[in-house]
């Protein structure tokens, strides 16, 4: 298996633009986690999908944040408008169960200016 | 106070030495523990799960105080090889801000 998939692997884009992450899981993993690290904040839980549905978005920042899962294999996070506070690693994992490993994607580099 | 807590750091070691990371929680509820590494601009990678009874892998041991609720990390023996962030993980998928170890020769 290819491990997480995560697309792209940068971004750069100007504030007030959609910017879409993707990520395609390990398959056979019922879960599925999207994350944020910054410096300041550290790894931060953004929210997590059990078999496509999600579970916990307590972690998304606000409404500018969604994030969808129309199938097992595929998942988005989208931020409309983005703002160069999102600047950030975003990294995708994916687990059998919620309380097992977590295996990470490579991550998407984002910088907003 | 933060749900997961772990010593600041950086700490820089010379090879050979033994290092120790402590790292704090807040739910006393949580039942799963886990250790991370994640080397510089990687993603996080699984290093060793935390058993309620400690557990080793080579030059790594990991433990758990429940009652004062905590999970430790102890290397040995330390390599260049081993610098890097150390992550504690507390379920709910509750990520500590890491602690940076850097090996010297």
New interface residues.
Partial sequence: DAGVIQSPRHEVTEMGQEVTLRCKPISGHDYL?W?RQTMMR????LI?FNNNVPI?DSGMPEDRFSAKMPNASFSTLKIQPSEPRDSAVY?CASSLD??N??F????TRLTVL | RKEVEQDPGPFNVPEGATVAFNCTYSNSASQSFFWYRQDCRKEPKLLMSVYSSGNEDGRFTAQLNRASQYISLLIRDSKLSDSATYLCVVHDMRFGAGTRLTVKP
């Fill in positions: 986690f994350y550290g790894l931060e839980l997590y916990d990294f919620v309380d490993e977590q990470f994607g490579p991550g």
